[in-house]
């Protein structure tokens, strides 16, 4: 029992001791952005989704860690206007896709970080959309009070599968890529 109580003290203080040592810096989520592009076989739409919070950790000025959530509810269509931009968001929001009435938000934590050069890491994180996880690796580049990364989702993982030559036949021009692409911009 007094190893137990030892280990577990020893516990505390390594972790404690690490949280110390790191420095968590906010993002501005009225500065940061996310813009997405969707594809299908005749074209593509394009747009923008917020940042609810987010921070990345560093120590010693090395990324460390990080997470993020991102409000579902403004995901919005910058390609289109009008009409055609409240049928295109009523649809993305839909349970055919984002689910936002009850899927609100998605989040993003880091689980691992690998350093590239400096200031420029590779990222293992575990994304959440529509209540499922899965894990995605991307690129991070990180210079001053910004940092930016640019990779791909595959939507099917998250039970996005409207539209998906993966899981329907016969689909012709109305088929949608799997995959959709994100540009982050962060600014702390």
Known sequence: MKNLKAIALSLVVLFTTATINAQSKKIDVSKSSINWVGKKVTGQHNGTVNFKDGSLLFKSNTLVGGKFTVDMTSITATDLSGEQQQKFNGHIKSEDFFGTEK???????IKKISTK????????????IKGKT??????????GNTASANFNVDRTKYDIKYGSGSFFDNLGDKAISDEFELAVDLKF
Do not use: C, E, R, W
């Open 103 to 109: 899927f609100n938000t998605a989040a993003l934590m």
């Open 134 to 143: 899965s894990a995605v690796t991307f690129d991070i580049a990180v210079k």
């Open 117 to 128: 050069s400096k200031d420029n890491y590779t990222v293992i994180a575990d994304l959440t």
